[in-house]
């Protein structure tokens, strides 16, 4: 048993994959929170289309170079979730339909950025995207640090946070800067989706913020608990999705998705049978 | 605003009226119009056609062919062809479409007739293979692009009676290098020791360059002939494995994908990474502007990191 455990880790890469899944699991599980809460699971997806234009834009200016790119696509991301944040805000228009337009806006133009260029010597849609079993020390770190970040200004506004997520009104009332408070969700939750993508790549990273803390929700309503469940539930479907990828060759990415999607099933089978509260 | 509103709409639409880059369009005595997918493809028709095709090339420098999305302007290209010719052997996943929009279905040339597909990778019969018939990177032994040139000239000498013998001159001249290039490969990979002849690639895309002239594919980090795959964690710890037992001393990696996993599994084993040109040609004017140079870059960097 314990062999079936280590022999993997023999492989450095393994160990990388590891640790990047656990800390991208639980502060994109963290952050999932919220986006359930808010009903904006496809904000994700989204970003990760709606940097294209920075990259292209940094792949340019770059002359080629790919380390400047990750901070080109947070700049992008960050203003990209800004601009939805202002749609939603200014407009009758819902957050979910404020995200269709920018993705669709922003993506679209990074198209028509590439496709003026021609001259491009590479497939710049997935030159940013990570691999979880590509990840690099330095990788690493930076999830560390900005994952650190993240967290640390959650934990500073928790109480604010929590009153905007569940009742709006009650935060107006309060006069809680509800408009200030929004933009700062909104860009942690985007620099959470641009380092999970640049260290494990789209479809991870949009499984990690969604199905965990969706899985949760099934079981709580206190905001600590669905967070705390959330992430362990991100960093148990990293760890066995990796190893499932190393004894079954399945694609790692996928492995670790249907683990929390397998994880998600189960506890909906349970709670239907019988009633959970935590 | 109104007024805001319609010059918008005018500069939108003079934006849509500028004529398109026709590329070639300054060869009037052209007798033929040629569409071809790849770089590579339009580079040996070009040898053959000379000035009397119209040539335009789908893809752009550097695009990876697995990946391609055609624009409307290629579809009216291929539409007004005379005649398109693409490497096949599902290389291009995008040409099914794109022909059929265009109506074109009659006129395309698949220069993979007459070629013997390899399947030489073990890992490709387990892996996502995306190619039915086999390893679809038919370029990388000139031996095939010979067989290209026969199909071509034949083609265009049924299209254009007129300029047969030209055709057919330009054929055997080309061919002549072709055969030049293949015994310069041979005296290069003679360099290399035998136990060193070992290949690992990013995905499998040298299969034919490595049955010709007597390499061994160890593996490659990307399951199956496609940049598209993705590798399992199984997968990547068997490559790993075999790089650090057989003592294989370096990496091949296309330049027109994402490097990130082959960049670990090099760290990892101690190997260097070498890049090579795969799908495209260089830009006019690069290192490996014409198939003859591409094919000499390549053969150096290989034989430069394992000799």
């Keep these: 048993m314990l062999e079936f455990i280590l022999e993997p880790l023999n492989y450095a890469f393994m160990v990388r994959g590891l640790i990047a899944a656990v800390l991208v699991g639980v502060v994109s599980a963290v952050v999932g929170t919220y986006i359930v809460l808010r009903g904006m699971a496809f904000f994700g997806d989204a970003l990760a289309h709606a940097i294209l234009p920075g990259i292209a834009v940094g792949y340019l200016v770059g002359g080629g170079a790919r380390e400047p790119l990750f901070w080109w696509a947070l700049a992008t991301a960050i203003l990209s979730s800004l601009g939805i944040g202002a749609i939603s805000r200014n407009t009758q228009i819902k957050e979910d339909t404020a995200i269709g337009i920018v993705f669709a806006g922003m993506f679209a133009l990074g198209v028509a950025l590439i496709s003026t260029v021609g001259n491009y010597t590479v497939d710049l849609a997935h030159f940013l995207f990570g691999d979880v079993l590509g990840v690099r020390n330095a990788d690493l770190w930076l999830i560390a640090v900005f994952g650190g970040f993240v967290l640390l200004a959650i934990l500073a506004f928790y109480k604010e946070f929590m009153v905007l997520s569940f009742d709006p009104i009650l935060a107006a009332t309060l006069r809680l800067p509800v408009r200030l408070l929004d933009f700062l969700i909104l860009i942690l939750i985007a620099v959470t989706i641009v380092v999970s993508l640049q260290t494990v790549g789209v479809a991870l990273m949009v499984a990690m913020l969604v199905t965990p803390a969706a899985t949760a929700y099934l079981l709580t309503r206190r905001l600590p608990v669905m967070m705390a469940l959330a992430a362990s539930i991100a960093s148990i479907s990293g760890v066995i999705g990796l190893y499932i990828s190393y004894y079954l060759s399945i694609a790692s990415g996928s492995a670790i998705v249907l683990t929390c999607t397998a994880i998600f099933g189960l506890v909906w089978g349970i709670r239907s049978l019988v009633r959970v509260n935590l | ?307």
């Excluded at chain 2, 420098?61 to 055609?70: L, Y």
């Excluded at chain 2, 293949?182 to 040298?206: C, F, G, K, Y």
């Excluded at chain 2, 980090?221 to 590798?231: D, F, K, L, N, W």
């Design chain 2, 1 to 307: 605003m109104k007024y805001w509103l319609s010059f918008l709409l005018v500069l939108l639409l003079a934006g849509c009226a500028t004529p398109a880059p026709d590329a070639g369009s300054a060869q009037g005595a052209a007798s033929l119009t040629v569409v071809t997918t790849t770089t590579i493809v339009g580079d040996i028709v070009t040898q053959v056609g000379g000035d009397h095709i119209q040539l335009s090339i789908l893809l752009p420098v550097g695009a990876d062919p697995h990946s391609f999305d055609p624009t409307p302007q290629d579809v009216a290209q291929v539409a007004d062809a005379d005649i398109i010719f693409a490497n096949g052997a599902g290389l291009e996943a995008f040409l099914d479409n794109l022909i059929e929009s265009a109506g074109a279905t009659e006129r395309v040339v698949y220069l993979d007739q007459g070629i013997e597909f390899v399947s030489g990778l073990e890992q490709a019969a387990t892996g996502e293979a995306d190619h039915a018939g086999g390893d679809p990177h038919l370029w990388t032994d000139p031996n095939n692009v010979m067989v290209w040139v026969h199909t071509i000239t034949r083609t265009l000498n049924e299209l254009d009676p007129a300029n047969a013998i030209t055709y057919s001159a330009n054929a055997d001249t080309y061919a002549a290098k072709l055969l030049t290039l293949d015994s310069w490969i041979r005296q290069q990979v003679a360099l290399i020791p035998a136990e060193n002849r070992e290949i690992v690639t990013d995905h499998a895309q040298l299969g034919y360059f490595v049955q010709e002239y007597g390499f061994k594919q160890v593996g490659a980090i990307v399951p199956g002939y496609s940049s598209m795959a993705e590798p399992s964690a199984q997968e990547l710890a068997h490559i790993e494995d075999e790089i650090a037992s057989l003592g294989v001393k370096a990496i091949f990696v296309g330049n027109t994908v994402n490097p990130t996993l082959a960049e670990r599994v090099a760290e990892d084993t101690g190997t260097q990474i070498v890049f090579f040109y795969t799908g495209s040609l260089s830009a006019p004017g690069g290192e490996a502007a014409t198939y003859l140079e591409y094919m000499r870059y390549n053969t150096t960097a290989i034989v430069d990191a394992l000799k």
